[in-house]
């Protein structure tokens, strides 16, 4: 969505960036998990896979629920598929014959009588939102992987702050992963899009010099 990220997109092999930092934060940790859901929504899935992949080789089972807008936007299926026990793969529309979001597919799951240690949600607020409000009703401890804004990326600016469980935390330092129960969605979404006309204006700016008008 940023300009940073088109301007990345624009590289090719063998292009390069000038300083790469990392990794930051806290690495996660899902040691003693039996069964797990592992919900991506969108590009999300792209950090949802790894998380799976690693659960699976620790000899946990995992259902992964990956959702999408539609069939075309479906990515790395392959992948996760071979990164967990069971992959739904559910698109908004159904395009892929799969309709419905990510949380009804868990509360299904759930229902019919999965008994999960553990839920990971990685993907766009309102659908960890969602995913939180499910297991909470349902007491499924779970885990959510939070992408403020970031800036410094080593908890001096402030850009990527949380309130967790009525606490100051910052997900470059303290996160990504937080108890998705403690988690301050609404204030999360009302951060998020705090910046929307600044992102704006420099996406704008960064397309005239791209194509040289300025
Ligand atoms: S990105 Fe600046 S404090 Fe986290």
Known sequence: MGASTEYLDTLNAGDYILDFVGPLGVASHFENVKKVAVIGGGLGTAIA?????KLHSLGAEVDMINGFRNKEMIIIEDECKKACTNLYTMTDDGSNGNKGFVTAKLEELILSGAKYDLVIAIGPLVMMKAVC?????????????????????????????LT??????????????FDGHLVDFDEAIMRSKMFKSQEEMSRQNHRCRMEGMN
């Not at 499910?134 to 080593?154: A, F, R």
């Not at 967790?164 to 992963?177: I, L, N, R, S, W």
Request: glycine content about 14%.
């Open 133 to 161: 409000d499910l297991t909470k009703k349902h007491n499924i401890k779970t885990i959510v992987s939070m992408n403020p804004i970031m800036i410094d990326g080593t908890g001096m600016c402030g850009g990527c702050r």
């Open 164 to 177: 967790v469980g009525g606490e100051t935390k910052f997900a470059c330092v303290d996160g990504p992963d």
């Open 49 to 53: 896979y790894p998380q799976a992949k």
